[in-house]
């Protein structure tokens, strides 16, 4: 099971912090990865982990602003998003996949089976 929190409403250029608790397996055995979905709009691959290596992953929309960390004692990952953008409304998911799929940085949510019930992020302008 996967868990997020820490959604909310922020203006443009604010920070916001994700995160999601995983139970009932460890986060070192997967990639945890972070979606988005904007209303009208596909499903994105945001920022993943793989916690056993470090290998980390960033779509080009977000490089240089969202980090994501993770915490393998608290079975919690976090995405620390910064410089916050009206474009990136949208509802956030965890999803526990793969680890190749972040170490190879191809990111499909199909190959993602175990998801969290989401939590809205809007940025207003």
């Known amino acids: 099971q996967l868990v997020e929190s820490g959604g909310g409403l922020v203006e443009a250029g604010e920070s916001l912090s994700l995160s999601c608790v995983a139970s009932?397996?460890?986060?070192?055995?997967?990639?945890i990865t972070w979606f988005r979905q904007a209303p009208g709009k596909e499903r994105e691959g945001v920022s993943g982990i793989s916690s056993s290596d470090g290998s980390k992953y960033y779509a080009d929309s977000v490089k240089g602003r969202f980090t994501i960390s993770s915490d393998s004692s608290k079975n919690t990952v976090y995405l620390k998003m910064n410089s916050l953008k009206p474009e990136d409304t949208a509802v956030y998911y965890c999803?526990?996949?793969?680890?190749?799929?972040?170490?190879?940085?191809?990111?499909?949510?199909?190959?993602?089976?175990?998801w969290g019930q989401g939590t809205q992020v809007t940025v207003s302008s």
């Open positions: 009932g397996f460890s986060i070192d055995d997967y990639a």
């Open positions: 999803a526990a996949g793969p680890p190749w799929t972040v170490v190879a940085g191809i990111i499909n949510s199909f190959e993602y089976d175990s």
